[in-house]
């Protein structure tokens, strides 16, 4: 069973467009860890969110608590 491509081309976007990572160095990782990354960069832009909505810095993040 392979991976569904529309999934696999979704995170290879996801990660290029937000961690500039060229196409070969998304390839390169196995299934597991890019989800890993992908899981990383939404919690890091849900934190962003929060704290715009908030006006405050993402926790965890300089000037953050």
Do not use: K, T
Not at 34 to 41: A, F, I, L
Request: no cysteine; net charge negative; proline share 6%.
């Amino acid at each position: 069973m392979s991976y569904p491509s529309d999934r696999l081309h979704e995170e290879v976007a996801y990660l290029s467009y937000y961690l500039h990572w060229p196409y070969e160095s998304v390839m390169a990782m196995d299934h597991l860890e890019r989800q890993r990354w992908v899981r990383e960069v939404a919690r890091m832009n849900e934190d962003i969110s929060r704290a715009n909505a908030s006006g405050a810095a993402p926790s965890g993040w300089p000037g953050g608590r």
